[in-house]
């Protein structure tokens, strides 16, 4: 299930906080930009409901924990969005990013590495 970019935001706090109530999840959210409390509590109780989140009972408190691997959903949204802007060229998605950015000489050292790891060894 692909998560929008609102529900993206408060499972990037669940993944880096672990489990957390309303409140805790409103307040790391604030740091950023102006977001309503019930409006997290509205969001949240939605991505209970698709399954994106558990919830269990703590005095009076809720407290929510994200039901959805973190690395799995990064890849599923990378892959999403190399098939839809890139027309599923991994390639063009590199070559996207390194032509602007710059690229550290540490950076490119390490793509390199990246990229003899990947090719098949010459034993095979």
Known sequence: M??????????QVLWANGPSTV????????????????TTLK??????DKGLLSRTEEGRYHVYQ????????????LDRFVDTAFRGSAMKLVMQALGTSKATPQELDELKKLID???PSSND
């Open 23 to 38: 409140r805790q999840v409103n307040d790391h959210l604030n740091r950023a930009r102006e977001v309503g409390y019930t």
């Open 117 to 119: 790891d990947l090719k």
């Open 66 to 77: 994200a039901l959805v691997d973190e690395q799995e959903t990064r890849q599923h949204l």
């Open 2 to 11: 692909k998560p929008t970019e609102s529900e993206l935001e408060i499972l």
């Open 43 to 48: 969001l949240m109780q939605i991505m209970h």
